[in-house]
Each structure stands twice: as C-alpha cells, then as structure tokens.
C-alpha cells in the first residue's frame, strides 16, 4: 500500500475567507482526489486553522471578546467555507486544540539542544508575525508594505533557535532535491536566501507582550512564537511521536503554500524536521497570488472577492474551474467578475456543457435513450498525468479542454441529425452516438479531481447505457444583471 500525505498552510483565524485563500486547498483537494484514484494508495489530507499569536489577540479585543472566544467564532467560517469548496480533507487541526498544544510542547523538548536563551533586539511586524531586518526595515521605510502598519520594535529576551547552524544541510537537500520545491523560479529564491546564510530565530516572546499562545516548556514566563508553533500542526496532525498515523504518514508527499510564506516552509520548518531527526517533506508546491482586477485585495481598495458570494451564484465547480484553468499554479493570476462571467459562458456553458447536452438529448430523441456499446476511449493521457507531477493544474485543464472542443468538432462534422434522416444512417448514427458518450465519460474521469461534482452528474447521466432524466443543464447561461 502506498500513502499519499497532504497539507495546506493554516490560514489565520483573524478574518473571513478571500478567494486567496482558495488556492491552497482547491490545489491540494486536486491532488488529493487524484491520488484517491490511484490503486492501492491510502491518502490523507490535512488542513486547519492557525489561532494564536498578536494578530489574533488584537482583533479579538476589537471584537471584545477572548481570543479563545474569538477563535471558537471565526474557525467554523473556515470550515464551512472548505466544505463549500468541496474540500476533501480528513483531518482539520486547530492550533488551539489540546492534541496540538501538548504535541508542541514535546516538539520543543525534542529541539531543545538546539535552543538557547537570548536578547532580540530588532523589529516584529504584527501583520506578517514575522521578524524583520535593519535592512528591510530601512528599504520600506519602517512601514510593512503588505499590511500598512509601523514596525514594531522590540527589545526582550527570548529563546532561539539555531537555524543558521542548519544551512548547508538545506542548501543540499534542496539542491538534490530530497526536498523539491516547485516552481524553479521559487527553489531558485530560497536558494538564493539560504546562500546568504540563515540567522538564529527568536521563537518565543515574553508573556508580558503577548500571552495568547503557548507556553513555552519549564517556562510560563513565555509563548511559543506563532509561527515556530503552527508549522508544528503538519505532524502534531497525525500524531507525532507516537501515533501509528504519523509512522505512516509522515514524510508529506506535498505541502502547499502561497509565495509570501516560502522562507517558514523551505528554510525554517525542514529545519525544525532535520532537528527532529525526521525526513523533510518531500514537495513543496509554492503557488502565486490572486489578484483583484489587477490589484492586491484590500478592504481599504474595496476589491476583496467573497468565495461564498461565486460559488452561490454559478456552483462550487464553476469556482474550482476558473481558478484551476485561469489562475496558473505557479505564478500569479488575475480575477474579474468579467473574467469569470466569460469563462463561465464560453466554456462551461457552451463548450462543456452544450456538448454533454447535445449528445444526451440526440440519444434520447432518436434512439429512446439507449445508448448501445459504448466503446473504450482511446486517448494518449501523458500530458495530463505530467501535469500532476508538475503541479500545473491549467495545463491538466487545457488538455480537458482540447477533448471537450474536439467532441463538439466531431459532433459538427459527424452532422448526427442529418444521419438521422437517412433511411440506412441507424447504425453509423448509433455509433457516432456511442463514441461521443465514451468521449464524454473520459472527460468525465479526467474532471474528476478538478470539478467532482460535474463528473459525477455526467456518470448518472450515462450510467449503464442509458440516457438518464436529468434536472436541468449543467451550466446554465448565466445572464449578467
Ligand atoms: N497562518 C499562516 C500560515 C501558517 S502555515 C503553518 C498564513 N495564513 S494566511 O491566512 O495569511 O494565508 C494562508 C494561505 O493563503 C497562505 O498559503 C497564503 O499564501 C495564501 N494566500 C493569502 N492571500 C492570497 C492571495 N491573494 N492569493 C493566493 N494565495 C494567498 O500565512
């Protein structure tokens, strides 16, 4: 038996969902589905939510409420928006969950020879929850960019970590690839980053600045540094030490990340593994961002595109489409109503759609429904297979899509309601007929991963050679107001 061990970043439990924070878990869904259809593999498929740190603990207080009160309100949201996405996911772990808390807290006695007391001098930004150089700092003129605050600065014992210690260890596995990470342009930027040299990270911070996290062991003066503690969640998940899913699961066959969090995933957390003395994660697939009408979503631009609001009005599959064959996986993509609307219209609607449609209405019209022998599709699937290997889910799409338009060709050609009207056409009609639906239920198995809903209408559609009543088009035309 194979396994197949999945996860996403934990988003931050602070705010609602974007269509952002999509990416992650449709990429990982694809994946996971894909590799469910594989004989004699076992896949498990982690998500969650990251609940503790600064971030979390001002919004609660603007919410007045306790962050644990907080938390417990904000990742239902979540849930429910990956069970919208149609998200099959088999574990979802909470960062403030016992399970993980008390897991942290023997993954930092395990790095203890690694970690020393010591002064952080230097700058936090409370948006990123990261540390910050003199040097960006100075570049960004003492502004995060991203979230618009001031730095800010910080002077405090903490604990550390030797992360520098581990950077000859990363720049080889990462240069042979035990640890792939995919896109090029992104192993090349960590590469470089790691060529630099890493410094000690300050993984703590006292309780008297912050005490919404966990506290550190043989120490109640001070909290585990957010992140140093929520990249735990990928084995606290499954069970580490000791649990027989973790001996089973663990190394992950793919992480996935956005760009903005490469360093904590390629740098500081196959460190954390290394001294752990556990194998790093195999892939990490890194994707780009989704921009709003040509910018980064902000609610001060008002261009923050609510999930829930697409999927309510064209599907969840239409979703999963546009952002799998739209956005490409590893480089950033744009979303506009406008795009989507096309793409929704053009493809779906009258490419996918129209021939599923067309050829199921055919059947029923002049054959009584009944299919016939539905011949074996013959088509060579390299291309779409590459596409899983390389993570490039628009091009597994694109070659859907070359099917879907070359059926809608054939049927043109074929011209079966010319042959219909000829006294000897049954039988060539018939198979014309037959070979489309076995075109169809190819598209159908390829779709599968991406859009599961769809494929499974069109099996019941076509099941056992028949054509099925149906409930209406697959994709409506959608008529913009
Ligand atoms: N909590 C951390 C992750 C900890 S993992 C141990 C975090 N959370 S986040 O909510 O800011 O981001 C969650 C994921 O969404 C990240 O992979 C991030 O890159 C991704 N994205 C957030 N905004 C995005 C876009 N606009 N576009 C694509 N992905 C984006 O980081």
Wanted: with cysteine; net charge negative; proline share 5%.
């Amino acid at each position: 038996m194979k396994k197949f061990y999945i996860t996403t970043a934990i988003p931050y439990a602070n705010d609602r969902p974007h269509i952002g924070h999509a990416l992650d878990f449709l990429y990982a869904d694809i994946l996971a589905r894909y590799h469910r259809k594989q004989v004699n593999t076992l896949v498990s498929f982690s998500i969650g939510t990251d609940e503790h740190g600064s971030k979390i603990a001002e919004k609660a207080a603007i919410d007045h409420l306790s962050p644990q009160a907080f938390v417990d309100k904000m990742a239902p949201l979540w849930q429910d928006f990956a069970k919208k996405l149609n998200v099959s996911n088999d574990r979802f772990v909470r960062t403030t969950e016992k399970g993980h808390e008390q897991r942290a807290a023997l993954i930092w006695k395990a790095l203890e020879k690694d970690i020393y007391k010591g002064k952080y001098v230097g700058w936090y930004c409370v948006g990123c929850e990261e540390y910050k150089t003199e040097t960006h700092v100075a570049d960004t003129n003492g502004t995060c960019p991203l979230h618009n605050r001031p730095y800010d600065k910080l002077e405090e014992e903490n604990y550390f970590f030797k992360l520098s210690s581990y950077t000859e260890k990363l720049i080889n596995i990462i240069e042979t690839q035990s640890l792939r990470v995919v896109p090029t342009s992104k192993r090349h930027e960590i590469m470089n980053v790691l060529k630099d040299g890493l410094e000690d990270l300050s993984i703590s911070r006292p309780k008297e600045k912050i005490t919404w996290g966990i506290s550190v062991p043989g120490d109640e003066s001070q909290v585990m540094y957010v992140w140093f503690e929520a990249l735990m969640n990928y084995i606290t998940v499954i069970g580490y030490p000791e649990h027989e899913d973790f001996k089973k699961l663990w190394p992950a066959d793919v992480q996935v990340v956005g760009k903005d969090i490469l360093r904590f995933h390629a740098a500081i957390w196959p460190a954390m593994l290394l001294g752990l003395g556990l194998p790093t994660q195999k892939n990490l697939l890194v994707h780009g961002f989704v921009t709003s009408g040509g910018k980064k979503m902000s609610k001060t631009l008002g261009n923050v595109i609510d999930p829930i609001t697409i999927i309510d009005t064209y599907g969840v599959d239409a979703f999963r489409y546009f952002f799998t064959r739209h956005i490409p996986s590893t480089d950033d993509g744009d979303f506009t109503p406008e795009r989507f609307e096309a793409s929704y219209n053009g493809e779906l609607a009258n490419e996918l759609g129209n021939a599923v449609q067309r050829v199921a209405s055919m059947i029923k019209q002049y054959q009584d429904g009944v299919i016939g022998d539905i011949p074996e599709a013959s088509h060579d699937q390299g291309q779409y297979h590459q596409a899983f290997i390389d993570y490039t889910f628009d091009k597994a799409m694109e070659f859907i899509w070359t099917q879907v338009r070359g059926l809608n060709q054939y049927i043109d050609t074929e011209k079966p309601w010319i042959l219909a009207k000829e006294p000897d056409g049954g039988d060539h009609l018939r198979e014309v007929l037959a070979y489309c639906v076995s075109n169809i239920l190819e598209i159908a198995d390829l779709l599968e991963p991406f859009m599961p809903d769809t494929s499974a209408k069109i099996n019941i559609l076509f099941k056992d050679g028949l054509v099925h009543p149906t409930t209406g088009s697959l994709f409506p035309r959608h008529e913009a107001k």
